[in-house]
């Protein structure tokens, strides 16, 4: 199937809003969740308004948690449809869904979120990074003799001898970026904590969320730019700065190995493979569950899911990883489950 409507507005992240006239008579897919899933959920959302004859769903934000929760206050036209999540559903939160008697859930993997770290093609040798390298060159402190100081690193080289002698020069996801917090709490929190900088940071806090606040803290005296467009924008970053070090979708830097060379992270080389094993460290997979109680209730909610993984959207040549979701290789499988509306 061929979606020729597919406009480049498609690929704009911000969710489609639809005035409800009455949340008892509602006609339209109701989502809510993950902050990361949003961008995709969003892409997904306006191309199906665009294709299909129902309303544009309504997807929201609030972070997988909230999500999670306003999925399983109950069954109804009053509830969300959808619950995006970076993460696989908690135990705890299915105990909650069933006691208010949401009972079938259908659990949809999407894809993978993954980023690689990638140079010019003839620039200097960034071959090899490791999560805590990332942390000691970005962030804002670091721990010295038991206090807090502004990050003295100029040069790669001030990190580890090992890393080229160049300014510190990084273009990193923007916050309004759907990978930015895999980029945090892969890279940069993992990084405190190998390096063992989490631990000198809680002994001055004494504080467990002031210490990840101190981990997760980028510097900004220019050594790291956050860029909140598209891939294009990272790259026209790398072609402008020869010394840089972007950040980019595995699918982006592929269709651009011509122009980029890209670095392994802590010794493994990024690929779907890889990704999808989640051996790569800076990996995971994304999730939305459906109520399958909602379906053939909500109008569009069936074949807005099959829609959702279908190739034309998650597929490998797809808008979505040309956003940066990495395609799941056992995408058909997922196709099949949905289509079958299996249950977890």
Same mark, same amino acid.
């Given at each position: 199937?061929?979606?020729?409507k597919?406009a ?16 008892? %008579? ?11 899933v ?10 199906f ?12 934000s609030?972070? %997988?948690? !909230? ?5 399983c ?9 959808i619950?995006?999540a ?13 006691a *208010?008697?949401?009972?079938d859930?259908?659990?949809?993997r999407?894809?993978?979120d ?19 390298q ?15 100081? !502004? ?7 001030? +990190?580890?001898?090992?890393l ?21 709490v892969?890279?940069?929190?993992a ?5 063992g ?8 806090? %004494?504080?467990?969320?002031a210490?990840?606040e101190?981990?997760m *803290? ?13 891939y294009?924008?990272?790259l026209a ?5 020869p ?10 830097y ?7 060379k ?5 010794? +493994?080389e990024?690929?779907t493979?890889?990704?999808?094993t ?8 994304l999730?939305f569950y ?19 993984v279908?190739d ?14 990495v ?8 196709q099949?489950?949905?289509a079958?509306e !299996?249950?977890?």
């Amino acid at each position: 199937m061929s979606f020729m409507k597919l406009a480049t507005s498609a690929l704009a992240i911000s969710a489609a809003t639809v005035t409800i006239a009455s949340a008892q %008579s509602r006609d339209n897919v109701q989502v809510a969740g993950s902050s990361t899933v949003l961008p995709y959920a969003s892409i997904v959302a306006e191309a199906f308004g665009e294709n299909f004859d129902f309303p544009t769903p309504v997807v929201e934000s609030g972070g %997988s948690s !909230a999500g999670l929760k306003r999925f399983c206050e109950g069954v109804g036209e009053n509830t969300v449809d959808i619950a995006n999540a970076s993460r696989p559903i908690k135990d705890s939160e299915r105990e909650a869904c069933a006691a *208010a008697g949401v009972t079938d859930i259908m659990e949809v993997r999407i894809g993978y979120d993954g980023i690689v770290f990638a140079s010019q093609f003839d620039g200097p040798e960034f071959t090899a990074f490791t999560q805590d390298q990332w942390y000691k060159a970005l962030a804002a402190e670091l721990p010295v003799d038991g206090a807090m100081v !502004a990050n003295p690193n100029k040069t790669w080289a001030d +990190v580890d001898p090992s890393l080229p002698a160049e300014d510190i020069m990084a273009f990193i996801p923007g916050t309004k970026h759907g990978t930015r917090e895999v980029f945090e709490v892969n890279v940069i929190e993992a990084g405190c904590e190998s390096s063992g900088a989490m631990e000198e940071i809680m002994a001055i806090t %004494s504080d467990e969320d002031a210490t990840t606040e101190a981990c997760m *803290a980028i510097r900004t005296d220019g050594a790291s730019v956050d860029i909140d467009g598209d891939y294009t924008e990272t790259l026209a970053r790398i072609d402008a700065n020869p010394n840089g070090v972007g950040v980019f979708g595995l699918a982006f830097y592929e269709n651009n190995t011509d122009k980029l060379k890209v670095a392994t992270m802590g010794g +493994v080389e990024p690929s779907t493979e890889t990704i999808s094993t989640g051996e790569y460290p800076v990996s995971r997979p994304l999730f939305f569950y459906v109520k399958k109680a909602h379906i053939g209730v909500i109008p569009g909610l069936k074949e807005f899911t099959e829609f959702f993984v279908s190739d034309d959207m998650a597929g490998p040549d797809g808008p979505l990883a040309e956003y940066g979701l990495v395609s799941d290789p056992e995408l058909a499988a997922t196709q099949t489950a949905v289509a079958d509306e !299996a249950t977890m």
